[in-house]
């Protein structure tokens, strides 16, 4: 019980302490995480397991897509590929379907690795 209220102790400092950069690719992270145990579930037949990250991924999704700054061109591209992946996570979640949920995961894979890199060139600490 220790361990455990220690490690959500550092986990939440980590949290409280992170840049906006370190936050979003923790939610990056989340989102690949809870797709993860998503396909667990599915591998299982755990329905419920599998429905519940889905949907934590999908929060994770529409935060993105409510954060985003109009005022940039760009924020349209990612506007596209956001409800991309939130249609793919809703089809996955409805017809269970790994290969779904795997482009979903790729796409999810993708948008980290770049945000990542972007950290990278800018100088921004990456874990």
């Given at each position: 019980?220790v361990?455990?209220n220690?490690?959500?102790?550092?986990?939440?400092?980590r949290?409280?302490?992170?840049?906006?950069a370190?936050?979003?690719?923790?939610?990056?992270e989340g989102?690949?995480?809870?797709?993860?145990?998503?396909?667990?579930?599915?591998?299982n037949?755990?329905?419920?397991?599998?429905?519940?990250?889905?949907?934590?991924?999908?929060?994770?999704?529409?935060?993105?897509l409510?954060?985003?700054?109009?005022?940039?061109?760009?924020?349209?591209?990612?506007?596209?590929?956001?409800?991309?992946?939130?249609?793919?996570l809703?089809?996955?979640?409805i017809?269970?379907?790994?290969?779904?949920?795997?482009?979903?995961?790729?796409e999810?894979?993708?948008?980290?690795?770049?945000?990542?890199?972007v950290?990278?060139?800018?100088?921004?600490?990456?874990?």
């Open positions: 019980m361990a455990k220690g490690y959500a102790a550092y986990q939440n400092s949290v409280m302490t992170a840049s906006p370190e936050l979003t690719l923790m939610l990056y989102a690949i995480k809870f797709c993860n145990i998503a396909l667990v579930g599915m591998e037949k755990d329905i419920e397991k599998t429905h519940v990250n889905i949907i934590k991924a999908r929060n994770i999704i529409d935060e993105f409510s954060t985003l700054n109009h005022k940039y061109p760009v924020a349209k591209d990612f506007e596209n590929v956001y409800n991309y992946i939130r249609d793919l809703t089809e996955a979640n017809k269970k379907d790994p290969e779904i949920l795997n482009l979903a995961l790729e999810i894979r993708g948008m980290r690795d770049t945000w990542k890199e950290m990278r060139r800018n100088k921004m600490h990456v874990a």
